[in-house]
């Protein structure tokens, strides 16, 4: 079957680095998203990653490692707002996002 | 721009019941999706467009249908409402169907409680 792993609750500080980790096994590979979603509202996209490596955007970083099936988001210098749950999801080889239950991100002043 | 919008943004419905939830994108995507999030659980596909006149069943398509008339609508059907079917509903919209940087846009979401 296709999993997704993530941590369900991380809490951090503002100010602070946070990382969060996302592990997939899925019956092929085509490209992994990053979505955030704020308590009572839509999914937005945050990154996409296909290639190995690091996508940096702002104070949010996304990795990819397609050997080791892993990714993770590196939000920088925390602030209230960041306080939220963050999807990971996977392209299979069907090019069905696979989604992962997400990581509800709680952060303290 | 309203991007997707999705109505009612909530319903109680009685088991048994049929119900349409309505989704419309004004982006000119081609491909729309429908998704139903539980506490707990990721995004599950329930049903998929890939344009304009065809339709694809996703994860849990059981209990629902859908059909795409033309390129901004996609409302999904529940014949018969049964409580487990109790969820946050979201449609979804995105420029093609394929792979490559394909965001999704997702609408606001309908939240149903069938009892």
């Known amino acids: 079957g296709q999993n997704i792993d993530q941590p369900t609750e991380m809490t951090a500080t503002e100010g602070a680095i946070v990382q969060i980790n996302c592990t997939y096994q899925?019956?092929?590979?085509?490209?992994l998203f990053w979505y955030q979603q704020h308590a009572g509202e839509a999914p937005t996209f945050l990154s996409y990653?296909?290639l190995d490596g690091l996508e940096e955007k702002g104070r949010f970083s996304s990795f990819l490692s397609r050997s080791k099936g892993y990714s993770y988001l590196l939000l920088k210098e925390l602030q209230m707002k960041d306080s939220a749950s963050y999807l990971c999801?996977?392209?299979?080889?069907?090019?069905?996002?696979?989604w992962g239950a997400g990581t509800k991100l709680i952060i303290k002043p | 721009i309203a991007g997707i919008t999705q109505a009612p943004t909530s319903q109680i419905l009685a088991a048994g019941r049929r119900m349409t939830l309505r989704c419309t994108q004004d982006?000119?995507?081609?491909?729309m999706y429908w998704y139903r999030q539980d506490l707990g659980l990721g995004l599950r596909l329930i049903h998929y467009?890939?344009?304009?006149?065809?339709?694809g069943k996703g994860e849990v398509p059981d209990g629902y249908s859908v059909s795409r008339a033309n390129t901004d609508d996609f409302p999904l059907t529940l014949a018969s409402a049964v409580p487990s079917q109790t969820s946050v509903y979201f449609c979804?919209?995105?420029?093609?169907?394929?792979?490559?940087?394909?965001?999704?846009?997702f609408g606001p979401g309908t939240r149903l409680t069938v009892l």
């Open positions: 979804a919209s995105s420029d093609s169907a394929g792979g490559g940087n394909n965001e999704q846009f």
């Open positions: 982006m000119r995507h081609n491909a």
């Open positions: 467009s890939n344009t304009a006149g065809t339709t």
């Open positions: 899925t019956s092929g590979f085509n490209g």
């Open positions: 990653n296909v």
């Open positions: 999801a996977v392209f299979d080889s069907n090019y069905q996002l696979i």
